[in-house]
């Protein structure tokens, strides 16, 4: 694992080594997203979505989302055959859930709320937001590890 941090914190991703602690771990944990997929997706996104404390917040905020759902997370985890977020990251990993949640918002019409801003775009409707480009970071880095 220290090794893991180290590459994270020298790679010029991290503006900050301990944003990642206290801001997604815990949640991470709960969430049973393995330590790889988070610092991946920290690593990658970093830069891409916004500054490292941005990418800790929106990861958290879209596990959280996952973790106490909204009645249209709980109608999308029934359509999917999974009792809970947690089920769901399990089955399909952290990004696999949130291109779970992009397909269904993209498929039904539903915006799915993550971090204020919604699955078909940015909280003012001027961007894709940051969910389109986080799963694409985030995809990559997987495929990675």
Do not use: C, H, Y
């Amino acid at each position: 694992m220290g090794d893991k941090i180290w590459t994270g914190a020298t790679s010029g991703a991290w503006d900050t080594a301990g944003n990642w602690r206290g801001g997604v771990a815990p949640i991470a944990k709960v969430a049973g997203v393995s330590m790889e997929e988070m610092f991946a997706v920290i690593a990658t996104a970093t830069g891409v979505t916004g500054n490292t404390s941005e990418v800790v917040t929106q990861m958290a905020s879209a596990m959280n989302a996952l973790l106490n759902p909204s009645k249209d997370m709980a109608r999308l985890f029934e359509e999917l055959g999974v009792k809970s977020g947690e089920a769901l990251i399990q089955e399909k990993g952290f990004v696999g859930a949130l291109q779970e949640v992009q397909k269904f918002s993209t498929s039904t019409g539903t915006a799915m709320t993550l971090n204020n801003t919604n699955t078909n775009g940015a909280a003012d409707g001027t961007s894709q937001g940051w969910i389109g480009p986080i799963i694409a970071a985030a995809a990559t880095a997987s495929r990675r590890i």
